[in-house]
């Protein structure tokens, strides 16, 4: 993981202006919510996150240095024009989409981005099946995600098939975008890590254009049963530590199958709300019910 900064200098840079709103009512309704928050509370929320030490330290580090930029462009001190576009590479379920969502809520709330939303696309999204047809979808998206974060899932599928492909239409679109409106834009590119490393590789152009590079390592089982209570905590259940215990072995044993890297986060969340159902069955004969029992996972909600 790393964080290059080959930003161009330049005077003053557009973030100097006042922050942009969009000219409708309603985006400004939104992002007028959205500059309530503090940065400090958005940091607050990803350091409630389980894990990601290396991914917490890199989003304190672009946060405190886009905050020392605007203080300098206050006192009119020179600085480096913010480009904010970014490439994640991790597994599924390693919390790629949820740093992404605190990145445009964080970004908003230094007044980086106007609105800090997520628009979440993938291939199809973009692509059309006639020439002309994918430099139209792909803009409409962009346009979605004005002022926020447009947050390309298995990014590499654009450049898929070759030359002739539409994808790469779609990547020519994205690639004047992320120029013409970086002051109110920002690209992620996510992935696997090896097909985004081929991603990049085939596409020289667009290595420079992204200087901020974040790799989400797998969790580790204890970090997974971490995350597992504090879903259930979120959803108002418990578990019982015999049931924390079957829970582990379930997560150990897709461990040595080797299955578990499809899954991460996403496995525990499944398995989660699998026994969340079943507990509801073994309870819903019952005539009483106390609220410890409402709220109890057994083990053998898991098995
Ligand atoms: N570190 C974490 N702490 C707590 N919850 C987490 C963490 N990482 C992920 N989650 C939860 O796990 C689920 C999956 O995470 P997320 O959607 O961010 O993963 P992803 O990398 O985008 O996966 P995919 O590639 O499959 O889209 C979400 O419900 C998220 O809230
Ligand atoms: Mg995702």
Same mark, same amino acid.
């Given at each position: 993981?790393?964080?290059?900064? @080959?930003?161009?200098?330049?005077?003053?840079?557009? =973030?100097?202006?006042?922050?942009?709103?969009? @000219?409708?009512?309603?985006?400004?309704?939104?992002?007028?919510?959205?500059?309530? /928050?503090? @940065?400090?509370?958005?940091?607050? *929320?990803?350091?409630?996150?389980?894990?990601?030490?290396?991914?917490?330290?890199?989003?304190? !580090?672009?946060?405190?240095?886009?905050?020392?930029?605007?203080?300098?462009?206050?006192?009119?001190?020179?600085?480096?024009?913010?480009?904010?576009? &970014? /490439?994640?590479?991790?597994?599924?379920?390693?919390?790629?989409?949820?740093?992404?969502?605190? &990145? %445009?809520?964080?970004?908003?709330?230094?007044?980086?981005?106007?609105?800090?939303?997520?628009? *979440?696309?993938?291939?199809?999204?973009?692509?059309?099946?006639?020439? %002309? +047809?994918?430099?139209?979808?792909?803009?409409?998206?962009?346009?979605?995600? &004005?002022?926020?974060?447009?947050?390309?899932? *298995?990014?590499?599928?654009?450049?898929?098939?070759?030359?002739?492909? $539409?994808?790469?239409?779609?990547?020519?679109?994205?690639?004047?975008?992320?120029?013409?409106?970086?002051?109110?834009?920002?690209?992620?590119?996510?992935?696997?890590?090896?097909? &985004?490393?081929?991603?990049?590789?085939?596409?020289? %152009?667009?290595?420079?254009?992204? @200087?901020? +590079? /974040?790799?989400?390592?797998?969790?580790?089982?204890?970090?997974?049963?971490?995350?597992?209570?504090?879903?259930?905590? =979120?959803?108002?259940?418990?578990?019982?530590?015999?049931?924390?215990?079957?829970?582990?072995?379930?997560? !150990?044993?897709?461990?040595?199958? %080797?299955?578990?890297?499809?899954?991460?986060?996403?496995?525990?969340?499944?398995? /989660?709300?699998?026994?969340?159902?079943?507990?509801?069955?073994?309870?819903?004969?019952?005539?009483?019910?106390?609220?410890?029992?409402?709220?109890?996972?057994?083990?053998?909600? $898991?098995?």
């Amino acid at each position: 993981m790393y964080f290059r900064f @080959p930003l161009r200098i330049g005077g003053s840079s557009p =973030q100097a202006q006042p922050l942009r709103t969009t @000219p409708k009512q309603k985006n400004r309704k939104i992002s007028d919510e959205r500059q309530q /928050i503090k @940065p400090e509370q958005v940091l607050e *929320e990803l350091n409630g996150l389980i894990g990601l030490s290396e991914v917490k330290n890199l989003v304190s !580090e672009i946060s405190a240095y886009v905050q020392i930029q605007r203080r300098r462009e206050r006192v009119s001190l020179r600085t480096e024009q913010l480009v904010l576009h &970014m /490439i994640f590479k991790g597994n599924p379920g390693t919390g790629k989409t949820t740093i992404a969502r605190i &990145m %445009g809520k964080l970004f908003c709330s230094m007044g980086v981005l106007s609105r800090g939303h997520l628009i *979440e696309v993938e291939r199809a999204d973009l692509v059309g099946e006639y020439i %002309g +047809h994918t430099a139209h979808k792909t803009r409409e998206q962009v346009k979605k995600a &004005m002022g926020g974060i447009l947050f390309i899932d *298995e990014a590499y599928s654009l450049a898929r098939g070759g030359e002739k492909d $539409f994808g790469k239409e779609s990547i020519d679109v994205l690639v004047k975008a992320m120029e013409d409106h970086k002051d109110n834009l920002v690209l992620i590119l996510a992935g696997y890590k090896r097909e &985004m490393e081929w991603f990049l590789r085939s596409n020289p %152009g667009l290595y420079s254009r992204f @200087p901020v +590079h /974040i790799t989400f390592p797998d969790y580790s089982v204890d970090e997974l049963l971490q995350i597992g209570t504090l879903m259930l905590k =979120q959803r108002q259940y418990r578990m019982l530590s015999e049931a924390r215990t079957a829970l582990c072995k379930i997560l !150990e044993e897709k461990k040595r199958e %080797g299955n578990y890297n499809e899954g991460n986060a996403r496995l525990v969340r499944n398995l /989660i709300e699998r026994a969340i159902r079943r507990q509801a069955v073994r309870l819903v004969k019952r005539r009483r019910l106390t609220r410890e029992e409402l709220m109890i996972i057994r083990p053998e909600d $898991f098995e």
